[in-house]
C-alpha cells in the first residue's frame, strides 16, 4: 500500500514556528488546527504549497521561500525597489539574494519602521485601507500642543483630499519651544501624519514610524534591518485579517 503524500503537519507546523511537534499535537487535540477549513486530525499529512492551514483562525503562511525584514529607513533613502534618479532605496539596505519589495511608502525624509518582503498577500493587507492595520509614528513638531489641539486631530481634520478618519493622538512632552506626538493611523494617504500636523498648527521637525500594526522598531537602529520570526509573521497576518 502506498504512503500518503504529503508531510506530517505536526512537522510543517513545527518548522513554521508555531511550537514543537508535541505542542503542535496537543493543539491538534484541542481543536485549535484547521487544514482547509476542516478539523486537523493527528498523523494528517498535507501539502504545504496548496493547503491552508490555520491556528486559533488565523492563517499560518507555510511557503519556506517566503521572507519578511523589518528594516528602520533613515531620512535621505527612498522607499522604493528601484529609483530612477539612482537614489539610495530600501531595498539597497537589505542584503538578499530574493526578490523582496517594500510595504507601503515612507517619504523620503520620514524615518523607520517599513516592512521589505515577497509576500503578496500580506502586502496587500497591511496597505489597502479596508483591512486598517495601524501605522504608529512619534513626530517632534513646532510649538506647544495643547489638549485641544490633539483632540481636533484624533477627530479627523479637514484635508485637500478630504477629512481623515479618527486617529489615536497622545502628546509626549510639550514646551514653548515644540512638542512630541503619538500618532496612529489607519490610513495610508501620502504624506499624512505631515500634514494632518501642519494643518493644525504644528509642522514637522522630524517624523519617525516606530511601529506598523503589532511590530515595534525597539533597538533597530537607522539603515540596519532584521528577519522577521514566525511568530511576528503571524501576528502580521492576524492584525491584517489573514
Known amino acids: 500500500m502506498s504512503q500518503p503524500s504529503g508531510e506530517r503537519l505536526q512537522k510543517v507546523l513545527a518548522r513554521a514556528g508555531v511550537g514543537s511537534r508535541r505542542t503542535v499535537e496537543e493543539m491538534i487535540v484541542r481543536g485549535r488546527i484547521q487544514v482547509n477549513g476542516r478539523r486537523a486530525q493527528l498523523g494528517q499529512r498535507i501539502d504545504s504549497s496548496k493547503d491552508e492551514v490555520k491556528v486559533d483562525g488565523s492563517t499560518v503562511p507555510l511557503q519556506e521561500d517566503l521572507l519578511h525584514f523589518l528594516l528602520n529607513k533613515p531620512a535621505g533613502v527612498v522607499s522604493t525597489a528601484d529609483d530612477p534618479e539612482g537614489r539610495t532605496t530600501v531595498v539597497d539596505l537589505v542584503e538578499t539574494d530574493v526578490r523582496v519589495w517594500p510595504v507601503g511608502r515612507l517619504d523620503i525624509e520620514t524615518?523607520?519602521?517599513?516592512?521589505?518582503?515577497?509576500?503578496?498577500?500580506?502586502?496587500?493587507?497591511?496597505?489597502?485601507?479596508?483591512?486598517?492595520?495601524?501605522?504608529?509614528?512619534?513626530?517632534?513638531?513646532?510649538?506647544?500642543?495643547?489638549?485641544?489641539?490633539?483632540?481636533?486631530?484624533?477627530?479627523?481634520?479637514?484635508?485637500?483630499?478630504?477629512?481623515?478618519?479618527?486617529?489615536?493622538?497622545?502628546?509626549?512632552?510639550?514646551?514653548?519651544?515644540?512638542?512630541?506626538?503619538?500618532?496612529?493611523?489607519?490610513?495610508?494617504r501620502h504624506r499624512q501624519a505631515r500634514r494632518m500636523l501642519e494643518t493644525v498648527g504644528h509642522p514637522v521637525r522630524r517624523l519617525v514610524r516606530v511601529g506598523v500594526g503589532p511590530l515595534r522598531l525597539g533597538r533597530l537602529k537607522p539603515g540596519t534591518y532584521r528577519r522577521l520570526s514566525p511568530a511576528e509573521v503571524r501576528e502580521l497576518y492576524r492584525a491584517s485579517g489573514l
Open 111 to 188: 524615518e523607520g519602521a517599513i516592512i521589505l518582503t515577497n509576500d503578496g498577500d500580506l502586502t496587500l493587507h497591511l496597505t489597502h485601507p479596508r483591512f486598517g492595520v495601524p501605522k504608529t509614528y512619534v513626530a517632534e513638531v513646532q510649538g506647544s500642543m495643547t489638549p485641544r489641539t490633539a483632540r481636533e486631530l484624533a477627530r479627523g481634520v479637514e484635508l485637500e483630499d478630504g477629512p481623515t478618519a479618527p486617529a489615536g493622538v497622545t502628546v509626549v512632552e510639550r514646551s514653548a519651544a515644540g512638542s512630541l506626538v503619538e500618532l496612529v493611523l489607519k490610513e495610508g
